[in-house]
């Protein structure tokens, strides 16, 4: 399957964006989706991550986001999204979507089968 992510932007401190992550075929409704994100210099890192459709479990947030970014799914549009609020400069980082052939949530990098292009996600202070 093939991701499309996109949303990203700049944004000032305590905005908001969604991100979105279309997935090419309907199978991917049935996959653990799950967003990481990458600061320059630094390994991908978790964001959020939730089962694939009709599957219990998650959604699940890493600490930094949890209360402020919330995912989710619409399988009739094969995307899963991200919103996030109350953005901060520490959230600028390129955002990638990921997906596995597993229906369960994952939050590790090598939990994932196939990733989308970033998008970069930029807060000003």
């Known amino acids: 399957v093939q991701l499309q992510a996109s949303g990203g932007g700049t944004v000032q401190a305590e905005g908001s964006l969604r991100l979105s992550c279309v997935g090419s075929?309907?199978?991917?409704?049935?996959?653990?989706t799950g967003w990481f994100r990458q600061f320059p210099g630094k390994e991908r890192e978790f964001v959020a991550t939730?089962?694939?459709?009709?599957?219990?479990?998650?959604?699940y947030y890493a600490d930094s986001v949890k209360g402020r970014f919330a995912i989710s799914r619409d399988s009739a549009s094969n995307t899963v999204f991200l919103q996030m609020d109350s953005l901060k400069p520490e959230d600028t980082a390129v955002y990638y979507c990921?997906?596995?052939?597993?229906?369960?949530?994952?939050?590790?990098?090598?939990?994932?089968?196939?990733w989308g292009q970033g998008t970069q996600v930029t807060v000003s202070s």
């Open positions: 075929e309907r199978t991917f409704n049935n996959y653990g």
């Open positions: 990921a997906a596995r052939t597993s229906s369960y949530y994952g939050t590790k990098t090598n939990h994932y089968n196939f």
């Open positions: 939730v089962s694939g459709f009709g599957t219990s479990g998650g959604p």
